[in-house]
Nanobody
Framework: QVQLVESGGGLVQAGGSLRLSCAAS????????MGWFRQAPGKEREFVAA?????RYGDSVKGRFTISRDNAKNTVYLQMNSLKPEDTAVYYC??????????????????WGQGTQVTVSS
């Protein structure tokens, strides 16, 4: 059974940093794209970042967030710097089931974590 488990969310002041982790179990995702999405109350789910042999970022986080992965640990990370109140959302980790370039579309991801709350206060 595949599981993705996020951790590292919390409450931080604007300008601060957080590092999210997503540990996968049940199979290896080292050859598959993994990504982060977020959803704020009343808004659609938004692409944040994804990684395989390349990285992709949503426009709103470019230059502030960095995605990385440790294949030995089957874990993907999201380093979030210069956080803004508008970054407040539930952050979800996701994994694709095909060996292609990382997608920005949530429907192309087959596996999802339960989400972790990130709250940025002003």
């Amino acid at each position: 059974q595949v599981q993705l488990v996020e951790s590292g969310g919390g409450l931080v002041q604007a300008g601060g940093s957080l590092r999210l982790s997503c540990a996968a179990s049940g199979r290896s995702f080292s050859s598959y794209p993994m990504g982060w999405f977020r959803q704020a109350p009343g808004k659609e789910r938004e692409f944040v970042a994804a990684i395989s042999g390349m990285t992709r970022y949503g426009d709103s986080v470019k230059g502030r967030f960095t995605i990385s992965r440790d294949n030995a640990k089957n874990t993907v990370y999201l380093q979030m710097n210069s956080l803004k109140p508008e970054d407040t959302a539930v952050y979800y980790c996701a994994a694709m089931n095909t060996k292609v370039v990382p997608s920005t579309r949530d429907y192309e991801y087959s596996y999802w974590g339960q989400g972790t709350q990130v709250t940025v206060s002003s």
